[in-house]
């Protein structure tokens, strides 16, 4: 009778210390791309609300050469904006919408964020377009300026 030899073969896959570099690399990874992640997002919301709100700026800037004079109503009336109708604001899809009254076509509009990261909405977090008496218009927001780019001035750093 031949004598039947048997074979062992050995199991293929990964040990237990090369999965657990894998999940550590991974998760070095995941701590550096999620806040370069996060910030990504902030700054597309504040361009979306800036682009928003400054579309409103050829309707005011069109009132105020008839009417330098006008008021806030007026103003946010001209913007073009969608009214809530119960709640008498005016909002686009990241901003509620506010004016001050124009004193000899000077006026500012305000662009309070209503959604997105804690970097750019809460708190009061918004773009202020002030307009000059002469047309010229300014931007300014009360958020870092890492995430309002060069065409509006941030608040620090």
């Known amino acids: 009778m031949k ?3 048997i074979v062992k073969k050995a199991q ?3 040990t237990l210390i090369e999965l657990m570099i894998v999940v550590a690399i991974i998760g070095i990874l995941a701590a550096v791309a999620i806040p370069a992640y996060q910030d990504y997002v902030a700054k597309s919301k504040f361009a979306a609300g800036l682009s928003e709100v400054s579309a409103g700026k050829i ?3 069109t009132l105020l050469a008839d009417n330098p004079a006008a008021t806030q109503a007026q103003l946010l009336a001209a913007t073009g ?3 809530d109708a119960a709640t008498g604001t005016y ?3 990241t901003c509620e919408i ?3 009254d124009a ?7 305000l662009c309070t964020f209503n959604s997105g990261p804690a970097t750019v909405n809460g708190g009061g977090k918004a773009i202020t377009l002030t307009r000059t008496s002469e047309g010229a218009w ?5 958020i870092l300026s890492k995430y309002t780019g060069s065409g509006c001035v941030g608040s620090g750093s």
């Open 3 to 5: 004598s039947m030899k």
């Open 59 to 61: 309707g005011v800037d």
């Open 138 to 142: 300014t931007c300014g927001a009360n």
């Open 98 to 100: 506010t004016a001050t």
């Open 81 to 83: 904006f969608s009214k």
């Open 12 to 14: 293929a896959g990964f």
């Open 91 to 93: 909002h686009t899809a």
């Open 103 to 109: 004193v000899a076509g000077a006026t500012t509009l």
